[in-house]
């Protein structure tokens, strides 16, 4: 089983940046895509960000308009998500995850099902 812990939410103001970060341990050497998703109060969970690993691809939801930036370190592990310009509707819990093997299209980085293990999650709360 690959264990996940995210840490870096916490509650900062509209126009604050943030950098979350997800550690992952167990079986690392099988993961592929790693990604971001957010669970805003009362919603479902939405796509935020994806990167593969080997080529360092990124993927990211459109709405967020580059925003936000995915990056990840192989060697620890670990994907990041750096959030700048940050607004109240950005709060929400913030869920790392990781895809064992590759995804085999585009469509596949934004898929919650793709997705084989999740973290606790992170709360992010954006004051206006």
């Known amino acids: 089983q690959v264990r996940l812990v995210e840490s870096g939410g916490g509650l900062v103001r509209a126009g604050d940046s943030l950098r979350l970060s997800c550690a992952a341990s167990g079986p690392t050497f099988s993961i592929g895509p790693m990604g971001w998703f957010r669970q805003p109060p009362g919603k479902e969970r939405e796509f935020v960000a994806a990167?593969?690993?080997?080529?360092?691809?990124?993927y990211d939801a459109g709405s967020l308009k580059g925003r936000f930036t995915i990056s990840r370190d192989n060697a620890k592990n670990t994907v990041y998500l750096q959030m700048s310009s940050l607004k109240p509707e950005d709060t929400a819990v913030y869920f790392c995850?990781?895809?064992?093997?590759?995804?085999?299209?585009?469509?596949?980085?934004?898929?919650?099902?793709?997705?084989?293990?999740w973290g606790q999650g992170t709360q992010v709360t954006v004051s206006s």
């Open positions: 990167i593969s690993r080997s080529s360092g691809s990124t």
């Open positions: 995850a990781v895809k064992l093997g590759y995804c085999s299209s585009a469509g596949c980085y934004e898929q919650r099902n793709e997705y084989d293990f």
